[in-house]
DNA sequence: ACCATTCAAACAATCGATTGCTTTATAGAA
DNA sequence: TTCTATAAAGCAATCGATTGTTTGAATGGT
């Protein structure tokens, strides 16, 4: 099979008799370029099938119109769709996505921030995993101002860009549902603590507590490692079996919460009259549970092209690489039957299933 | 903010009285090279902090360690999973992925096919668009001899690789289920027949009809053109009020048969005694709706793994671009408590919830 | 008619690694 | 000791585009 032969711009170079940083420049509609030449030029680089290597550009210009993305694993609905986001956003702009995940393991995140490095990305997304506590390894794009954007789950300690919600006020305001509808006893699912997002929806979930002169009661408070379903199921059981079981329970995802609705179903609790549950993340799963899960919504498709923004931006500011700006999205309580005890705002049905 | 000067193979060459192209090979452990000599200059490299550029690389040997993958869209449970699967097979061969969605249009697959050609892709997995038929943009990589895989969505007319699934025997086996239980007049959500998935699975469907002798109602077969949870809950509706409804159901994917299910509940129809139902793909919400969703189990994450397979074959053997090997995939019918109507084989409570 | 501007396009170096070919050094054979 | 075979490393071209600096031509003002 023989390769058919490329076409460069050195061709049309020969093709149209100019040199080949006119057609470069044509190409790319340079200012120093005629207006009728640019037209010629294209018009036959069409004719020929020129198609620009990129990879030549990239190496010459030392910029590449590709952005990498870590995250801790691509299949999750949140992330799906925040990378989905992006990736419709970074097209817009001409920019291609590299995907890489960890799978939320220190190591593996410390060699694809390598890999990515070598092949010279434009900017660079994070979303942490779990395991990481350290960010050494992103200081090589910071020495080369390649802008990073921390999505989600980002670090304490690192100067960079951070898209993110405002995880306290959504567990502040979760909680709060809670004891709004007569709560009293209200458990927690809680992430790892080290890791930002469930850090700050434990402080919320705590203060809500607090504010409402509700004493905590450590017994009901559950580190989840993962937050899997299988965890939730666990936990519930640990929780209906102690002396004082909660009346509510606020779970730092929604895999969680629908494991512990599962369970309660099994064992016979009303849901909510008995146990009003609400969630984290509004993923499909929550409204097709039953009873239908209420939750937090999270703008993940948003918080996907704001990254790409703010990479975009970055390089027309050209601000150097010590910028430090956060941006900070809403969240939305979304009250569904697991957490609705007053019938009086009771939800239509159909609002339920769609 | 002044850039840290990138180490070279010149640097190194340098720094150790060596040529670049010592250096180069060294790196790459050719065995050309002495063995000490490679120790020692793989040592100094990785003390100056050296990082090979791909760009380079790829520029001068005209072969990238990037695999693009093309699909409708990254944010569903099945494609989500797939990519994942490329992804850490592809990490693991030392290989980089670019995503790109066509959002089921033609045209963005088209230009998706552009963008990718430009950035010299080492190979291509791609899943169909629902609006593509035709498959001319494809042939600029395989004139350059760069492997493609399709996946799931494949073409009818294009010589290349493929990972599929049987999905004749799926639908045939799905709707056979349904006839097991007893069901006579069962119906059909159907996806846009050009796709091969959704035109093969019906054809299971009407052939298992045949085989027991139940005459085909057209009135029952519904076409859903982007089969979405909405289009599921519309069509059920539609199917409720015909004079001949429906004892069973076979939906082409989980969404619309959820859809389905959701409506039939409302409108009190009990499931699975009065309307047995299965779906097609095991989404996670397959086993938390209730009554928990009999499917159609799809190898995703495998696909992914074997579809990088492919390309890297590919490369080993330079068989040339006129391959066309079809890898096909077994299916698991899954029976949820949606259609099993025989109280006899009922199914234990753990299993619907894990 | 002359010099100063402005506009268009060309020249040539450069990005960093790869690789066919050549040269040099070393060892073994005769 | 001389010659050949082999291993180790160097030379220099190359991949395809970008870009700072020059050159050349055309325009305009006076």
Redesign the pocket.
């Given at each position: 099979m023989k390769r058919k032969?490329?076409?460069?711009?050195?061709?049309?170079?020969k093709e149209l008799?100019?040199?080949?940083?006119?057609?470069?420049?044509?190409?790319?509609n340079?200012?120093?370029?005629?207006?009728?030449?640019?037209k010629e030029i294209q018009k036959v680089a069409n004719e020929l099938g020129?198609?620009?290597?990129?990879?030549?550009?990239s190496?010459?210009?030392?910029?590449s119109k590709t952005i990498g993305i870590m995250v801790a694993r691509i299949n999750s609905p949140f992330m799906s769709t925040l990378i989905s986001g992006v990736e419709d956003a970074a097209k817009k702009a001409g920019y291609n996505v590299i995907i890489s995940q960890s799978n939320e393991l220190y190591d593996n995140e410390v060699t694809n921030a390598k890999a990515l490095y070598d092949s010279r990305i434009g900017g660079l997304i994070v979303s942490l995993a779990m395991e990481t506590t350290s960010t050494d390894h992103f200081r090589q794009f910071q020495e080369k101002d390649i802008p990073i954007v921390f999505v989600d789950r980002v670090p304490k300690d690192f100067n960079s860009y951070r898209v993110i919600i405002d995880n306290y006020a959504a567990g502040f305001r979760a909680t709060k549902h809670l004891i709004d509808q007569g709560c009293t006893k209200i458990a927690h699912f809680a992430g790892s603590q080290h890791v930002n997002v469930y850090n700050m929806r434990k402080k919320g979930y705590l203060d809500a507590l607090e504010e409402s002169n509700i004493k905590i009661d450590p017994e009901l408070v559950i580190n989840l490692p993962t937050m899997s379903l299988e965890e939730g199921t666990e936990a519930m059981r640990k929780l209906l079996k102690i002396d004082n079981s909660p009346d509510g329970l606020f779970s730092a995802n929604d895999a969680a919460a629908v494991g512990a609705i599962l369970v309660a179903k099994e064992e016979g609790v009303k849901i909510p009259e008995e146990l009003a549950v609400i969630g984290f993340n509004d993923d499909p799963v929550a409204s097709i549970v039953e009873p239908s899960l209420s939750t937090v919504s999270h703008p993940a498709r948003k918080m996907g092209e704001l990254s790409i923004q703010r990479i975009l931006d970055h390089s027309k500011t050209s601000l150097g690489s010590s910028v430090s700006e956060i941006t900070m999205l809403d969240t939305e309580v979304i009250i569904r039957n697991s957490s609705l005890k007053k019938t009086n705002e009771s939800i239509p049905v159909k609002k339920a299933i769609v």
């Open positions: 032969k490329e076409v460069t711009i050195y061709d049309l170079a008799n100019y040199s080949p940083s006119t057609i470069s420049r044509a190409l790319n340079h200012k120093s370029i005629g207006k009728k030449t640019i020129y198609r620009p290597n990129s990879v030549a550009a190496l010459r210009s030392n910029k």
